[in-house]
């Protein structure tokens, strides 16, 4: 019984064992320490069985495509994992969270784009991070903060990255090796390796990189630098080849070091490009002073518009342009205004404040360059009456609101000065509104009353926006007008219009406006926008019609003109003839005498000519008759006599077909057969009289 259970207990944990590895894996415990090896064996996912004890964990050279919260949870004893050469593209937040015991991790070899700020999140004590040779565009800033002061090496090269997160790097106190080679890093801030006193060895080749700022880090990496006295930093391995360069004064600093075995060169300015950096003399390292090319002068804006002013300069290095306003203060972004780095300053809507001069400065390494440009603001006074009432009145850009569609009021509650006085403008009657007539598509009339007021009128101002796009659009119109003409409007779109009265005011001096009413209209729809193309269409069909008839009707007179000619050539009726051999040599063909019969050979059908012996009797040769006079040639070959000239001529062009022998052949066989001179029957190709036929040609 105890043999029994002993044996049971051991299967146990046999079985147990087994469950713990995963299949086709290697497990080993040694020195209290397991190793889970599962390296090349065609996963697709982390195995879900494995000894939350392991320590060592290796799932390289496998197809895992994602790494998930649970693949790793209670994990809290592993201290190196390894998921190199992988296919993973994503690696969810929180998926390391309890690998507080985790040294090293290596995901190099795999498909990362993007390292969220959770992603490597629970890894407080890591050391080692290696995610070379993946497709990394983006890191988030707070993607190493759960490890910055443990990190001892950190691998990004062989990446696409464009930045970096500089804050953190500069963070990691304790590092010792950054390779950033082979990425897309353009620009390195300045300071950031100041603190970094262990790292020895920087690797930053094959970037983008055109400067470098200074930095201490630097001056350890020079060729038999050695500190005066005690220093905490140790002397570092700087690689910064294959960056384009640009060879200025912006890096004569880094010229000034000595550094050997470093293969650097210039790739810019042309000068100085493709040649060996460090053989560069320092006078050379010069720069130019930036010059303001072109720049805006004056510009006159109606208050309430964009106003845009722009500044160009060149200099090498390429300077860098900033605006002050007329209260000599730097232009900073705001949600109004914008400065661009190309030089344009953008001011999306004017107030009364922006009127005055601008600079505008150019700055490089070599030194500054400025220019002037004015600012006049036309401003649109909000005064409305005159009184003292007029300062309780919010001031605006404009008498119209800036929403898209706007509830309309009626012409007496726009003439309100406040609404907890209730006064209405004086000059505005009962029953004056703005009039919209002869509404198009594109276009559209405007009326307005004349202004009921005993001050003098300077102008009016129109002011109208669409319900698809709120900018405002300011007309002036003269004084003696009442009535204005609206012009390349957008067909089907609803607008919204306002007219102003721009008086002076004798108590303050100033120019004030009173609304004489407001409108609101929409233009029509385009007629029939179709039709534009359909006539098109309909005219290029009946062009290709026409055309097409024409040629058919040229072919038709074509065809029967050369139906009639035919007929014309060959008119007469071509008699049955079937007793000639072959075809004759013009003469009329003759019909054999009655009683007589005659053999006609086959056409096509050649005979044999058959020679007589030397020895065999010959009959008397007969003398052929007399020749025939010639008849005139028909058109065919077999068409009888004919006396026109046409066919004669036709006949005439026809003869070159015979050859001699055809025509002596076939006169002869027509002269034996007049003569009466016939063959047997049962006789093949032989000839009664003097004279035997030796060949003949069918």
């Known amino acids: ?308 002013l722009k500044c160009r300069a060149v200099g090498d290095p390429e300077p860098a342009i900033h605006w002050v306003s007329p209260g000599d203060k730097i232009v900073v972004n705001s949600s109004r205004v914008t400065s661009y780095r190309n030089g344009t300053l953008d001011i999306l809507v004017t107030t009364a404040a922006d009127d005055g001069t601008y600079a505008c400065f150019a700055t490089n390494a070599a030194g500054e360059s400025s220019a002037l440009a004015d600012l006049k603001i036309i401003p649109l006074p909000h005064g409305g009456n005159g009184s003292a009432r007029a300062p309780h009145r919010r001031p605006g850009s404009s008498d119209i609101t800036t929403s898209n569609r706007p509830p309309r009021r009626r012409p007496d509650e726009q003439q309100e000065e406040g609404e907890e006085e209730g006064e209405v403008q004086e000059g505005q009657a009962d029953g004056e509104t703005v009039a919209v007539l002869e509404v198009t598509d594109t276009g559209a009339l405007v009326r307005w009353p004349s202004a009921a007021s005993p001050r003098r009128v300077w102008m009016y101002q129109i002011q109208y926006n669409s319900s698809v796009d709120e900018t405002l659009v300011y007309r002036i119109v003269p004084s003696s007008s009442r009535a204005f003409a609206l012009r390349n409007l957008a067909p089907g779109v609803e607008y919204d219009l306002c007219v102003l009265a721009i008086y002076g005011d004798s108590e303050t001096q100033l120019a004030a406006t009173r609304v004489l009413g407001c409108a609101r209209f929409g233009t029509k729809e385009e007629e029939y926008p179709h039709c534009r193309l359909l006539r098109a269409h309909f005219l290029g069909g009946t062009l290709s019609v026409a055309v097409g008839g024409a040629v058919m009707v040229a072919l038709l007179v074509v065809g029967v003109a050369a139906l009639l000619k035919l007929r014309a050539c060959g008119g007469r009726r071509v008699p049955k003839v079937s007793d000639v051999y072959s075809q004759t040599n013009g003469a009329a063909p003759r019909l054999a005498e009655p009683g007589v019969r005659e053999r006609v050979k086959p056409p096509r059908r050649k005979v044999r000519p058959r020679v007589r012996a030397r020895g065999a009797q010959t009959e008397p040769a007969m003398r052929p008759p007399a020749p025939q006079p010639k008849a005139s040639r028909s058109c065919s070959f077999d068409l009888g006599t004919s006396s026109s000239t046409a066919r004669r001529g036709y006949a005439k062009r026809l003869s070159v077909v015979w050859t001699r022998r055809s025509r002596s052949v076939h006169g002869t066989l027509l002269r034996y057969a007049e003569a009466g001179v016939t063959a047997t029957r049962g006789e093949e190709g032989v000839f009664s009289g003097s004279q035997e036929l030796e060949e003949s040609v069918v």
């Open 1 to 308: 019984m105890q043999r029994l259970l002993l044996g049971c207990l051991l299967v146990g944990a046999l079985t147990a064992q087994a469950e713990a590895c995963p299949f086709h894996c290697v497990c080993q415990n040694l020195s209290e320490s397991l190793s889970t090896l599962c390296a090349n064996k065609g996963l697709l996912f982390v195995p879900g069985n494995i000894d939350r004890r392991t320590v060592e964990l290796r799932l390289a050279d496998n197809f895992i495509r994602a790494v998930g919260q649970q693949d790793f949870v209670n994990m809290s004893g592993l201290v190196d994992l390894t998921l190199s050469r992988n296919t993973i593209g994503s690696i969810q937040a929180f998926a390391f969270a309890d690998l507080e015991s985790l040294r090293s991790l290596h995901l190099d070899g795999n498909r990362l784009t993007a390292l969220r700020d959770h992603n490597l999140s629970g890894l407080v004590n890591l050391q080692h991070l290696i995610v070379n040779n993946n497709q990394l565009v983006t890191i988030g800033a707070a993607a190493f903060d759960d490890f910055l002061l443990t990190l001892e090496d950190l691998d990004l090269s062989f990446n696409n990255l464009q930045r970096v997160p500089w804050r953190a790097v500069r963070a990691m106190v304790n590092l010792h090796t950054l390779n950033l080679d082979h990425n897309l890093i353009e620009h390195v801030v300045a300071g950031t390796f100041g603190e970094l006193g262990k790292l020895a060895r920087l690797d930053m080749t094959s970037n983008r990189l055109r400067t470098l700022p200074p930095d201490p880090l630097f001056a350890r990496s020079q060729a038999g630098a050695a500190p005066l006295g005690p220093s905490p930093f140790s002397p570092v391995a700087l690689s910064f080849g294959g960056n384009p360069l640009h060879c200025n004064c912006e890096l004569l600093w880094l010229r000034r070091l000595a550094r050997q075995n470093d293969l650097e060169t210039c790739a810019a300015p042309p000068p100085l490009a493709g040649r060996y950096f460090w053989s560069v003399p320092e006078e050379e390292f010069v720069c130019e002073p930036p010059l303001i090319t072109r720049h805006t002068h004056r510009v006159w804006v109606l208050e309430g518009q964009r106003a845009t």
